[in-house]
């Protein structure tokens, strides 16, 4: 059977207040030698992280590429055609091999309900959301990097669960080499930065240390015209194996840096769906009561959990490490207010995953494709996070400066998030792209009978790390 894919992409997109028009015409990948940073314990060099290959020209880009060693096209470039790289250098620092507590856990597993919940209600009228808690934090920590005061405190607090930057570091490079490392699916993790060449300013060099050596990310120098669009789209592409084409159309004028996550599964089910498997002709009842016909999948499956007032399930991908999940609120119960319940409530997602019962669960999942946006700037400021959208008073002072050394001014402008998923009896396809842009269970007791969770109606799904419990991916489907 053919691999099944899920791909998210995270971009932040950093747009410098009072930044230049001048855009030189070389596009460069740069790298400088820079003092290695450290983490709150002293470490040791890494092992290499699996390089990164460049993005590939476009026919767009008119004035060549560079070539790798293989042929393989790079980065789009202007005028003398240089790439160079500016982590290029810097001694890997090696991540704490104590991996995720407890307590981490449950301040991510909360933090990704939060953002569901504050989607749905920003939304309103039963809406369907699909977000990549994973992804997001990936990005940020890039992000909170660069931030001082209480600027980081905002980003921690709200997208961290209250981790501080020195330790969402090494969780977030473990988290990383976890999903690279898993048995029978494969995931693809990439980082990169793109920042305009303008000579106004620079990357501070410990932030492009922190970038590499925390994220595996590589640092471009860029002119931000159409050869910069084309080659950032192009990364994003290849990164998510074509699952998200393009994540910006133009860059803006004040666009001083974009900090890209890139996050690609390619899975199947453990246990294939047989032709009789398949329910042709099954209704869906939408939250406004109307009806529609869909495909369900029936399988079998053995381990489900109580969350508030729903029951949920696993349905494991092949190597047993990741599952697609699946809850369903007690009959009658709306589900955007069964959201919030489980928000307000402070239910720990990942507790009732781990704590899951096994036995037998008769399980219906629908084939149904989505595709959803949003700008998640009220919504980040609902659940607490201000400081970085606010010009003049965010504190971004460990990104860049001027070329002289100055500090210079840096906000978050807008943040978007892009996703796109399918579900069907070979697997699961899913995309997540996030642009910010800086202007310049507890268990249930077995019982005899098998639990059954028929996804007839609206439901909250997503991809499940087993080991933690946490969600890669976390949505919910009111309509099909």
């Not at 042929?71 to 790439?83: I, K, M, R």
């Not at 050869?227 to 910006?248: D, F, H, L, R, Y």
């Not at 890139?262 to 099954?282: S, V």
């Not at 991809?463 to 976390?474: H, Y």
């Amino acid at each position: 059977m053919k691999k099944k894919a899920v791909a998210a992409m995270l971009a932040l997109t950093c747009t410098l207040g009072a930044c230049g028009t001048t855009e030189p015409a070389v596009q460069e990948k740069v790298t400088e030698t820079v003092e290695q940073p450290q983490s709150a314990e002293e470490t040791t060099a890494p092992e290499e992280t699996p390089a990164q290959e460049t993005p590939a020209e476009t026919p767009a880009a008119e004035e060549g590429t560079a070539q790798t060693a293989q042929g393989e096209e790079t980065l789009p470039v202007t005028g003398s055609g240089q790439n160079e790289n500016l982590t290029e250098g810097i001694e890997k620092i090696e991540a704490p091999a104590a991996g995720i507590t407890e307590e981490q856990i449950g301040a991510l597993s909360k933090v990704s309900m939060d953002l569901l919940a504050e989607s749905v209600a920003f939304e309103g009228n039963h809406p369907n959301v699909l977000l990549s808690p994973t992804s997001i934090a990936i990005a940020f920590g890039m992000a909170e990097n660069g931030a001082t005061g209480d600027t980081l405190a905002d980003m921690e607090r709200v997208i961290g669960g209250g981790i501080p930057i020195d330790e969402m570091n090494p969780l977030l490079y473990n988290m990383t080499e976890h999903l690279r490392n898993a048995n029978g699916v494969d995931w693809n993790v990439a980082n990169s930065v793109w920042f305009r060449d303008d000579g106004m300013w620079r990357v501070k060099e410990e932030f492009a240390a922190k970038a590499l050596s925390w994220y595996g990310a590589d640092v471009w120098k860029a002119p931000f015209d159409d050869t910069t669009t084309v080659a950032i789209n192009n990364w994003v592409s290849e990164q998510t194996k074509g699952m998200i084409p393009e994540v910006i159309k133009q860059i803006p004028r004040d666009a001083g840096m974009y900090l890209i996550n890139a996050l690609a599964f390619e899975g199947e089910w453990m246990e294939e769906y047989e032709d009789d498997d398949i329910l042709e002709n099954r209704q869906f009842t939408n939250a406004d009561g109307s009806k529609t016909d869909v495909t369900m999948l029936a399988s079998t499956e053995n381990a489900y959990f109580e969350l508030g007032d729903g029951i949920g399930f696993l349905k494991e991908y092949k190597g047993g490490e990741y599952s697609f999940m699946g809850i369903l609120p007690e009959k009658g119960t709306d589900l955007d207010d069964y959201i919030a319940s489980l928000a307000a409530g402070d239910a720990d997602l990942a507790e009732a995953i781990r704590n899951c019962t096994y036995g037998t669960v008769i399980v219906q999942i629908p084939e149904f494709q989505k595709d959803y946006s949003i700008e998640m700037v009220d919504v980040l400021e609902n659940m607490g996070m201000t400081l970085p959208f606010l010009q003049g008073i965010a504190e971004f002072t460990e990104m860049m400066e001027t070329v002289d050394g100055s500090p210079y001014d840096v906000w978050i402008g807008n943040v978007l998030h892009k996703t796109h998923i399918e579900v069907d009896r070979a697997g699961t396809r899913a995309a997540a792209v996030t642009v910010i842009e800086m202007d310049r269970c507890g268990a249930i007791m077995p019982v005899e009978d098998p639990v059954r969770v028929i996804l007839d109606r609206p439901f909250i799904y997503g991809i499940i790390d087993n080991e933690t419990g946490l969600p890669v991916f976390l949505g919910c489907v009111n309509s099909l």
